[in-house]
């Protein structure tokens, strides 16, 4: 068995699956993960990824002194519409937004695959010290492929991308999707952002804000997860309960070791000195506090500025309703009050009473 012990994998062992006694089929295609005698659901690859993760963790906390990185819990904005707002929605026949919330999802969780593509300069050209026996000496020995893997699907396996395109179309009876969905998604997309440190050059910038990035993006999706999971579970506005919520419930256990790894590896560079192209050097952590700082600030421009009325005018023009203003009026006095920590507090829309209904 996976020993806590060990610091140096194998990326066959990183790839590897517990045996399971029955795989996961979904919509007649067999995606990753199973279910052991019990009938308890498996996550793949999570034979030595796991254990290993934690030992990776254990060493960080023991050699540094230093605790994990975390996203903080404050900066979780209430997702819109809310669970009582979709259900609502639901009920009103209102169905686009959901609809639209899970495709984008899954298209979002197909783009996972990209993460095996991310370029990785050598550690010892811009790290200091030692990584050896380190979750930063295995991102490119099977935790960025395992990612890839588990959100994309691998050759005839199913990933998350299926699975959530199965829940949808299991709790809403086959919902019509729109094409444009896709299109809208790249559209947002938008460069590389100006370097924060031009001194490590583009490729390392490049590598810690991706990773910085995406662990926000799994932080927020955690929450997501939570509220997909609400909502698909109630049969007053699900057409499969069971099956939807089932489906989401194993997405959320395969999710687990996405964040855990991405904050070890970045606890461990935040634990050691950068080295710049002119040979100066940088705290670790002064480079990834700051790429914290600003992808969270874009997360929640995007999340309390962007999303709300996105989502009103989504509704607007695809609600065939008799008084549009009453529904509004209904889905308002649902909206869950939030207001962002002090340090964000110039991107909250202003109301009179300070916070901000979401």
């Known amino acids: 068995m996976p020993h806590e012990s060990r610091l140096s994998f194998s990326e066959a062992e990183i790839l590897s699956n517990h045996p399971v006694k029955e795989r996961l089929v979904v919509k007649g295609v067999k995606c990753h993960g199973g279910f052991d005698a019990d009938g308890k659901y498996v996550s ?32 979780v904005s209430p997702r819109v519409p809310n669970v009582a707002q979709a259900k609502y929605l639901l009920r009103m026949g209102v169905r686009e937004p959901m609809v639209r919330s899970l495709t984008e999802i899954a298209i979002i969780e197909g783009f996972g695959a990209q993460i095996r593509d ?7 050209s811009f790290i200091k010290e030692d990584t050896g026996g380190t979750a930063l000496a295995h991102l490119t020995a099977g935790l960025f492929e395992a990612h ?5 699907g691998w050759t005839e396996e199913g990933g998350h991308r299926q699975m959530w395109e199965a829940a949808r179309d299991a709790a809403l009876s086959n919902p019509e999707v729109s094409p444009e969905i896709f299109a809208a998604i790249i559209a947002r997309r938008t460069g590389e952002p100006p370097a924060m440190f031009p001194e490590l050059g583009a490729p390392v910038e490049r590598l810690l804000r991706f990773m910085v990035n995406v662990l926000a993006i799994e932080v927020f999706a955690a929450a997501t997860f939570q509220w997909a999971e609400e909502i698909l579970s109630d ?56 790429l914290i700082e600003r992808s969270l600030r874009a997360m929640l421009r995007q999340r309390i500025v962007d999303q709300p009325v996105m989502v009103r005018e989504m509704i607007r023009t695809t609600a065939k309703v008799p008084d549009i203003e009453d529904l509004f009026a209904g889905f308002d006095a649902l909206a869950t009050p939030w207001t962002p920590p002090t340090r964000y507090a110039d991107l909250a829309p202003a109301t009179a009473g300070g916070a901000q209904g979401y």
């Open 235 to 290: 049969p007053e506005v699900s057409d499969a309960p069971k099956q939807a919520a089932d489906l989401v419930r194993f997405i959320r256990s395969d999710e687990a070791p996405h964040v855990e790894y991405l904050r070890t590896a970045l606890s461990e560079i935040s634990a050691r000195t950068l080295l710049t192209e002119d040979g100066k050097e940088i705290p670790g952590k002064r480079a990834v506090d700051a």
């Open 44 to 75: 793949p690859r999570t034979l030595w990824r796991v254990p290993a993760i934690k030992a990776w963790q254990e060493q960080h906390i023991a050699t540094s002194g230093m605790p994990l990185v975390e996203i903080p819990a404050d900066t």
């Open 118 to 124: 991310l370029p990785v300069p050598p550690l010892k």
């Open 148 to 152: 890839a893997r588990d959100e994309a």
